[in-house]
């Protein structure tokens, strides 16, 4: 079974910023997917960046980066430049490469600060 | 534009009775998924289904139930046997190994 641990069930951050979410987790599999995942107050579930354990090149998207470190099965997320759209609820979320089931980890709430 | 539609946004549920929860999907995705989220918390897993006319049971399936007759639709009932059903309901679909797209979410209530 996977387990994901996000240790940070809240952090703050000042406009225009950077803050980095940790998030680790437990597996024997060799090939899988990593995401981030965005839940603004709206609640929409809003993927936000997109890992391949087999590439070593860590994954960007705009403001987001992930520093994704296989052998300490570690993933955690950056966030620069923070603005007061980003607050939200941050998921971490791990699934075996051909696997139908997701996941997650408990959640970091990001507020981010005028 | 593909996408999952849940439908209804809100829904009340007296005591003893069973409400239904929908969700469509047209992308076109093998898989479907139903998560509970409770205020402040994650995502936890009801049920999913991989193909049509199967399903298996997630991490809290007692006093829920689903059907998955076609590939675009996976209604889930809540159950009188569901004895804390007020939370918010997350529908999702997948390819294998694909990220999840979500749907908007049905809050639910006891009157």
Redesign the interface.
Known sequence: AQTVTQSQPEMSVQEAETVTLSCTYDTSENNY?L?WYKQPPS???I?VI?QEAYKQQNATENRFSVNFQKAAKSFSLKISDSQLGDTAMY?CAF????????S????T?VTVRA | DGGITQSPKYLFRKEGQNVTLSCEQNLNHDAMYWYRQDPGQGLRLIYYSQIVNDFQKGDIAEGYSVSREKKESFPLTVTSAQKNPTAFYLCASSSRGWPQHFGDGTRLSIL
């Open positions: 997917y995401f609640r929409q579930m993927l997109r998921f699934i075996p490469f051909n696997d139908y089931k997701l997650f980890g408990a959640g709430t």
